[in-house]
T-cell receptor, first 117, second 110 residues
């Protein structure tokens, strides 16, 4: 149980284009989903927290107009990187919280590697 | 503000050696503590977690961790490492939001 998937696993795009990454909880309802960013050889940095049906809460320094987050259902959250630039190249990881089980434990997706040319 | 510090950035061990990775956190309230592992090319996996109760927590693959409240520490241990334990290890603390330490790269030589 508690499986989280992400799609795509890898994406390469041209500078200036937008990329959408999907995060799905496969066998539970996720009232809260989280988006992290991981640079090579570094730790995970929380970008934003999204609650189903409401606006995402962004961490300090994260541009909400650049990283659009939508959490329209209890099993799906999307992260759209708008007008991507090479410095947006990174590993994006989502996680989901099963409120019915634990408020403190998150289940992580496999990540999406974004390369912006 | 919450913070997590992992003391060892890169650890190299021979197989069968014992492992201890340090983790200290800074947070004034009740915390939930985690250790995650990220094998090369794979996603984050939960090794073990502490919410309450016995401060000595046993996880998967022979790992354990001890929560010492007075030292704000949650060190990870394994008595005998294997080559397959080569991975990146992250300590994380949840005191409202999940904050990760910098990570420790463990390299086990066969």
């Amino acid at each position: 149980g508690a499986v989280v998937s992400q799609h795509p696993s890898r994406v390469i795009c041209k500078s200036g284009t937008s990329v959408k990454i999907e995060c799905r909880s496969l066998d539970f309802q996720a009232t809260t989903m989280f988006w992290y960013r991981q640079f090579p050889k570094q730790s995970l940095m929380l970008m934003a927290t999204s609650n189903e049906g409401s606006k995402a809460t962004y961490e300090q320094g994260v541009e909400k107009d650049k990283f659009l987050i939508n959490h329209a259902s209890l099993t799906l959250s999307t992260l759209t990187v708008t007008s991507a630039h090479p410095e947006d190249s990174s590993f994006y990881i989502c996680s989901a919280r099963d409120a019915g089980t634990s408020l403190y434990e998150q289940f992580f997706g496999p990540g999406t590697r974004l390369t912006v040319l | 503000a919450q913070s997590v510090s992992q003391h060892n950035h890169h650890v190299i061990l021979s197989e069968a050696a014992s492992l201890e990775l340090g983790c200290n956190y800074s947070y004034g309230g009740t915390v939930n503590l985690f250790w995650y592992v990220q094998y090369p090319g794979q996603h984050l996996q939960l090794l073990l977690k502490y919410f309450s109760g016995d401060p000595l927590v046993k996880g998967i693959k022979g790992f354990e961790a001890e929560f010492i409240k007075s030292k704000f520490s949650f060190n990870l241990r394994k008595p005998s490492v294997q080559w397959s334990d080569t991975a990146e290890y992250f300590c994380a603390v949840n005191g409202g939001k999940l904050i990760f330490g910098q990570g420790t790269t463990l390299q086990v030589k066969p």
